[in-house]
């Protein structure tokens, strides 16, 4: 019922900026609450950020607050990522993720999960 499609990864050095895009679509894709949540190799899944369905709720990891900005365009039903110096343990696959709400701390589990788009920093 709900669809996410991630873009805006790519190769950058460190202290630069990525922008990642979050599109979902679907029945109340506006209502749903995104989180991402980065990856790296051999590494367990870890939350970076959440926004609620009015935008105006938004919650950081410790690792990346101060650096990265969560925030929503309703008319286009699109969710961005803005990551500003990066740095090269930033690397991983992100992916967004849709559920009911953000919960009370920045999670890894959500209902509905884009395919990853992936984010090299080098040093």
């Known amino acids: 019922q709900l669809q996410l499609v991630e873009s805006g990864g790519g190769l950058v050095n460190a202290g630069g900026s990525l922008r990642l895009s979050c599109a979902a679509s679907?029945?109340?894709?506006?209502?749903?609450?995104i989180g991402w949540v980065r990856q790296a190799p051999g590494k367990e899944r870890e939350g970076v950020s959440c926004i609620d369905g009015g935008g105006h709720r938004t919650k950081y990891a410790d690792s990346v607050k101060g650096r990265f900005t969560i925030f929503r365009d309703k008319a286009k039903n699109t969710i961005y990522l803005q990551m500003n110096g990066l740095e090269p343990e930033d690397t991983a696959v992100y992916y967004c993720?849709?559920?009911?709400?953000?919960?009370?701390?920045?999670?890894?589990?959500?209902?509905?999960w884009g395919q990853g788009t992936q984010v090299t920093v080098s040093s």
């Open positions: 993720g849709a559920d009911y709400g953000c919960g009370p701390y920045i999670g890894s589990d959500y209902r509905y």
């Open positions: 679907g029945f109340f894709a506006e209502h749903y609450a």
